[in-house]
């Protein structure tokens, strides 16, 4: 008899401990729901979405300039040295402007054929160099001694990296400030003591390049070079938008 006491004492410990598990367990299955639901069920009311924006017309500081030489041949090898004479050449020739950025841009060599598209004439290429500065004097006098060799394909002019992230931590005070009276506005006009803050996305937007076509200064030019040309920079639109949503209380 004395195993079966045992076991008897041991089954009354038992179950009682499982029921306080089980009760507990269910006690919280129960309850978390109906708070989540409670919080969540709060945000509904007196929630008001708003959207202000901040814009600037800002300076361009760096100007582009795309450049190209295009020449035929029947031999493709003959061709390509020709071409890269002319490329190498303008590179030395900007070496005396450290202030401008060279780098090589798109190349292509393709067949040019006859009337009747059968027969190879000739060999076309073409290929690009790209011109960046913040010093528009030395890359005017730049691209005036490259075009006595090459063609310019374009030039725009952009805001630099650094002004950009300058005025863009500006305008995001600037837009975050309007979101901020907007919301007071709004509150005001539904009679509420306050608002709080539910969310808020700050955006910057693409803001575009000016593109400018050079305009040709007036000024004595030697036989053997290219009038130096006058360029106007422009200014580039940016802007910063922030919206969210508030709740009046």
């Known amino acids: 008899m004395q195993p079966n006491m045992k076991q008897s004492v041991l089954h009354l410990f038992v179950i009682p401990t499982m ?3 089980l009760l507990a367990a269910l006690s919280l299955t129960v309850l978390s729901p109906i708070t989540s639901y409670a919080n969540d069920n709060d945000l509904h009311y007196n929630v008001i979405n708003i ?17 190209y030489v295009e020449k035929s041949h029947k031999q493709p090898a003959q061709l390509a040295n020709d071409i890269n004479e002319l490329l190498n050449q ?11 950025k060279i780098k090589t841009g798109a ?6 054929y006859d009337a009747d598209n059968r027969k ?3 060999w076309r290429g073409r290929s690009e160099i790209r011109l960046e500065s913040a010093d528009f004097k030395a890359s005017s006098q730049l691209i005036s001694e490259l075009q006595q060799y090459l ?11 650094q002004k950009r992230k300058q ?6 005070m600037e837009a975050s400030q309007n979101f901020q009276q907007r ?3 709004m509150a005001k006009a539904w009679n509420k003591a306050s608002y709080q803050l539910v969310s808020l996305n700050i955006n910057t937007n693409n803001y575009s390049y000016a593109a400018a076509m050079p305009r040709v200064a007036m000024m004595k030019a030697s036989a053997d070079s290219v009038t130096e040309q006058n360029v106007a920079a422009g200014d580039s639109k940016m802007s910063v938008s922030a919206s969210g949503a508030i709740q009046l209380q």
């Open 107 to 112: 190349q292509s060599t393709y067949p040019i």
């Open 151 to 161: 063609q310019t394909s374009s030039i725009h002019f952009s805001v630099s990296d």
């Open 167 to 172: 005025v863009e931590n500006e305008l995001m």
């Open 90 to 100: 303008a590179t030395h020739a900007a070496k005396k402007y450290p202030q401008v």
């Open 120 to 122: 190879l004439k000739e």
């Open 183 to 185: 919301a007071k506005t």
């Open 19 to 21: 029921n306080k598990i």
């Open 51 to 67: 959207q202000a924006e901040a814009e600037r017309e800002v300076s361009n500081d760096l100007m582009h300039a795309v450049l």
